[in-house]
């Protein structure tokens, strides 16, 4: 006879996906839902608690296939440069303006990664601020300020 195993991390993860969902799902369904074609404000939620609802029952089958795998050291520079990078760009961007505000986020989470040089880091933070200017400023016409008043003197 067979016996399975679930890898515990994994389960937590799916069980912590799949209650989320059901979660934002309940709240989601308080609110007006409309059709696909006219949504309301409590479609979009919907589907994106239903997302999460699939994704946690992936990860939960997933979970019962494979053997569980120990945790290794957390990467905690990762975390204190991945995190805020995105917090610094929202408290940011009105004040610098959009390329700075890119550019400065780009480069503290390139600096997340212990491998990464400093010229490897300028040149990925570079790059990424051109696409993200071509891509929101010129091809979605996005109306925002590039440069802000903080950068003018």
């Known amino acids: 006879m067979k016996s399975f195993s679930i890898d515990k991390t994994n389960g937590l993860c799916a069980a912590f996906f799949i209650g989320l969902g059901i979660f934002f799902a309940a709240q989601s369904l308080g609110l007006d839902l409309g059709t696909a ?25 997933s979970a019962i296939k494979t053997e569980s795998e120990p945790i290794g050291h957390i990467a905690w520079r990762g975390i204190f440069l991945i995190l805020p990078a995105p ?62 008043p903080w950068t003018r003197f």
């Not at 074609?37 to 699939?54: C, D, K």
């Open 87 to 148: 917090i610094f760009f929202g408290l940011t961007v009105r004040g610098l303006g959009f390329v700075p505000s890119i550019f400065l986020t780009g480069l503290i989470a390139g600096f997340a990664s212990q491998r990464m040089k400093p010229l490897t880091a300028l040149l990925l933070s570079a790059g990424l601020t051109l696409f993200a200017v071509v891509v929101f400023s010129y091809a979605l016409g996005l109306p925002f300020q590039r440069f802000g």
């Open 37 to 61: 074609v006219r949504m309301g404000p409590g479609y979009f939620p919907l589907l994106l608690a239903i997302l999460l609802i699939l994704l946690g029952v992936i990860v939960f089958l």
